[in-house]
């Protein structure tokens, strides 16, 4: 044979990595023989045990599969069985090495997800072939994976893929307490792009910027085109302050390339919405609605910029509007304020905290240091994430903790969290003040606080006639009945029940008595706008 006439190894083969399973060692060998020649990368092993352990390594992204049919401890149809239905990164090519080459058993091999059939003993040049075919096959198979979860015009990862990958993404933040940023940016007066120069021409633009965009990220990074001329990217272990640097990086880049067009080279600006997930955003979309609030924000503030949460925060402070100042008045945020009367500390274990939660019927509580300063915040949910560890006696509070809160003073402007928590899908924010949690404020207390000041006001159509002094006389005589029963069932709780738990006991009695003392002074002061804070100072002087 002359050297132009040599078999050459298969170049498509190149780095595919094959898995044998064979319990004849002859086999084995002549098979790594072939195929090594051929330019693949090939591991063996001699029963289905060390097959399932070396396909659970993240090392290996095996593409092939061949099997033996008998095999010491099961059956190759038993190890294709698990193959097609765990291993689902990517798709497998299957072929079935036996003797027994009856038409039954190549039924029955098919019929479990092999792809191919592979008669004993081994031919070079067949066994050759039917991975060469196999090669042809998982070509197409990427090619058409790639197609769909592409772009089709910027080539970025479609929004299905990108909300898959970030779900996993998220998972470990949350397991792990890393930090996740979320960036959403777009480009500035798109429209006019495709009114000007066209269509063809909008096209080139969001090419041009998506190729920027993946030639600035890491390769931990999640990135798509998320709609229109919008782009999305999630950023694993990016603190917001790192985020932002890079979105500004980003910007820059966007903004200093010439994009050259069929008839003109024109430059773009884009804008920037960068959101890190806190401790109160319970789900993943609650990270990117907050983003997405921080673009529209820096949309609003004219565009070509990068706006962050903490940006947004002081944007609302800064917001006026006269109907909120109106139906809020000079009301600021500890008015309304269900003040904190229950703590934990970095150093309990989830046993102890769970327990307390359980016993007490509280949902979540702060986390404080031996000086009383807030460094957290646990929930019932972070403590199911762990319930399931072998020790979790040994698991403190200070593992499982969220540090990334989002707080507000307890002088801002109540307008200004009610505007923030309209605007988002977050419940709740703490209020603090030098580093001591003071209370949490939520949807259910503004609007409680509404319900007892500016809804009461004008609860009654100006022009007809009412007895206010009767309405007001009911609702006091209501409040009244609600709170001594309430102080009734208190003294009851505390005769049956330990010292030990008188402390926690009266948490949640103590929030319905502020609410039920609300209602009172609102019913004699209906025009005080006293909130619950305000109700401090009373409910210390109240003999339970």
């Known amino acids: 044979m002359t050297p132009g006439n040599a078999t050459q190894p298969d170049l498509n083969a190149t780095r595919s990595q094959v898995l044998v399973v064979d319990d004849d060692r002859l086999i084995r060998t002549l098979i790594r023989e072939f195929l090594t020649r ?114 089709l015009l910027t080539g970025l990862p479609t929004r299905r893929v990108f909300e898959d990958m970030v779900a996993k993404e998220w998972s470990r933040s949350r397991r792990y307490r890393l930090p996740l940023s979320c960036v959403i940016f777009d480009i500035d007066y798109f429209k006019r792009i495709n009114d000007v120069h066209g269509h063809a021409s909008g096209d080139q633009v969001l090419r041009e910027v998506g190729r920027i965009f993946a030639d600035s990220v890491r390769k931990s990074d999640i ?27 980003l910007r820059k880049r ?32 609650d990270l990117v609605e907050v983003a997405d609030q921080c673009l529209l924000e820096a949309k609003q503030k004219g565009r070509n910029q990068v706006v962050s949460f903490n940006k947004l925060q002081d944007s609302v402070s800064n917001s006026a509007s006269g109907h909120l100042d109106f139906v809020f008045g000079g009301a600021v945020s500890s008015d309304a304020m269900t003040p904190v009367v229950s703590t934990v500390t970095p150093d309990s274990s989830v046993i102890e905290i769970s327990q307390f939660f359980l016993n007490y019927r509280i949902p979540s509580a702060p986390v404080v240091d031996d000086e009383g300063n807030l460094v957290g915040i646990v929930s019932e949910k972070d403590l199911m994430s762990v319930a399931s560890r072998p020790n979790p006696h040994e698991i403190t509070i200070a593992e499982v903790m969220r540090k990334n809160l989002i707080c507000y003073p307890p002088n801002i402007p109540l307008s200004v969290v009610w505007e923030f928590l309209n605007r988002v899908s977050i419940r709740t924010v703490l209020i603090t003040e030098n580093g001591k949690t003071l209370g949490i404020l939520s949807r259910q207390s503004i609007l409680r606080w509404l319900a007892n000041t500016t809804w009461k006001q004008s609860d009654t159509p100006s022009d007809l006639p009412c007895d206010a002094g ?47 003392m609300t209602d009172l002074l609102e019913a004699v002061r209906g025009d005080s706008g006293a909130g619950a804070m305000s109700l401090g100072a009373t409910l210390n002087t109240v003999d339970f």
């Open 38 to 151: 051929e330019g693949y990368e090939v591991v063996t092993v001699e029963n289905c045990r060390e097959a399932l352990e070396v396909l659970e390594e993240e090392k290996h992204e095996f593409k092939f599969l061949v099997t033996d049919w008998e095999l010491p401890d099961g059956s190759g149809i038993d190890l294709i069985r698990h193959v097609r239905h765990v291993v689902s990164t990517h798709y497998m090519y299957i072929v079935m090495a036996t003797s027994h080459g009856n038409r039954e058993n190549l039924t029955q091999a098919l019929n479990a997800g092999a792809d191919d059939f592979l008669a004993k003993p081994i031919d070079r040049g067949e066994l050759v072939a039917r991975m060469r075919s196999g090669q042809r096959i998982l070509a197409l198979e990427t090619r058409l994976t790639h197609l769909a979860n592409s772009d």
């Open 254 to 285: 966007i903004a200093e390339t010439e994009i050259i067009l069929d008839s003109a080279v024109v430059n773009v600006t884009t804008s920037f919405g960068v959101a890190e997930a806190m401790a109160e955003m319970e789900e993943l979309d």
């Open 470 to 516: 009767n309405t007001s006389s009911k609702r006091l005589e209501l409040a009244a009945k609600l709170l001594a029963e309430t102080s009734r069932q208190l003294t009851n709780d505390v005769e049956v029940r330990s010292e030990d738990e008188h402390a926690a006991m009266v948490i949640g009695t103590v929030s319905k008595m502020q609410d039920l």
């Open 223 to 249: 990135i798509c085109r998320y709609g229109g001329e919008e782009f999305c990217a999630v950023l694993p272990e990016t603190s917001s302050t790192q985020a932002c640097i890079w979105a500004e990086n």
